[in-house]
C-alpha cells in the first residue's frame, strides 16, 4: 500500500502485468488437488479485491499453457498430451522447470550439493553473489542445476518424441492447441470476469 500512495501522490498509473497462482493437476497432485485450486482461486480473488479498491490495472499469467496456470489449458487425451505423458512426468519429478516447481522428490540431491558448497566456502560473506539475497545457495543451485544443466541434457530426448512423424502427425501435435481441444479453468474464470470490468478512473 505504500508503493500504491507514492504512486498515487504522483499521479502515475498503476500496472501489474506479471502475477497469476499456478494450480495443482492431477495427473501429479491425486486428490488433493481440487481443494489446492479452490484454496488458490480464493486467493485470488482477495488479491483482485485489493486491486479493484486501489484501482489498480493488470493483466494476468497466462491465457493457454498444458495445465499449470493457463485460463485454458490442453486437454489430456489430446494427441501432444499423450505423446508427451511420460516425459511430462518426468521433468515434473525432477522439477526442471524454474516457475512453480515441488522438489520434494530431489530435495535429497539439493541438500548434498547445497551443503557441499557451503563446507567448501566458510565465510558466509562470500556466497552472497549477485543477485543475493534474491537468490541465495539453494535458489542458485536449482537454477545452474536444474534449470540449465539438467534441461540442457534433457533437449535431446525431448526432441526425440518428434522424430518420424510426417507433416500430418506434426499437424495433430499441433492441433491439440487449438481453443477447441482445451478445458477452460473455470474457477479461475469465474474470479476473472468477477473483477475485469472494474474502473480504473481516479
Keep these: 500500500m505504500d508503493k500504491s500512495a507514492w504512486i498515487r501522490e504522483r499521479g502515475l498509473p498503476i500496472w501489474n502485468g ?3 497462482p499456478v494450480y495443482a493437476r ?7 488437488t481440487q481443494g489446492i485450486n479452490e484454496s488458490r482461486y480464493l486467493l485470488l480473488k482477495d488479491q483482485l479485491e485489493v486491486y479493484d479498491q486501489e484501482k489498480i490495472s493488470w493483466s494476468i499469467w497466462l491465457y493457454k499453457d498444458i495445465g499449470f496456470q493457463g485460463m485454458v489449458y490442453v486437454g489430456l487425451d489430446t494427441p501432444y ?3 508427451f505423458e511420460a516425459f511430462l512426468l518426468k521433468k515434473y519429478t525432477l522439477a526442471v522447470d524454474s516457475w512453480g516447481a515441488d522438489i520434494k522428490s530431489i530435495k535429497h540431491v539439493h541438500e548434498t550439493i547445497e551443503k557441499f558448497i557451503t563446507d567448501a566456502v566458510p565465510d558466509p560473506s562470500h556466497l552472497e553473489l549477485y543477485p543475493f539475497p534474491l537468490w541465495g545457495v539453494r535458489k542458485r543451485v536449482g537454477r545452474l542445476v536444474r534449470n540449465i544443466l539438467l534441461s540442457e541434457y534433457l533437449v ?6 518428434f522424430r518420424g512423424l510426417d507433416e500430418k502427425a506434426l ?11 482445451c478445458v477452460r479453468r473455470d474457477g479461475l474464470n469465474s474470479v476473472l470476469r468477477e473483477h475485469h470490468n472494474v474502473s480504473t478512473n481516479q
Design 171 to 181: 499437424d495433430e501435435l499441433a492441433s491439440s492447441f487449438k481453443f477447441e481441444n
Design 26 to 32: 492431477k495427473q501429479y497432485d491425486g486428490e488433493p
Design 81 to 83: 498430451m499423450k505423446r
Design 156 to 161: 535431446r530426448e525431448w526432441a526425440e518424441h
Design 18 to 20: 506479471e502475477f497469476g
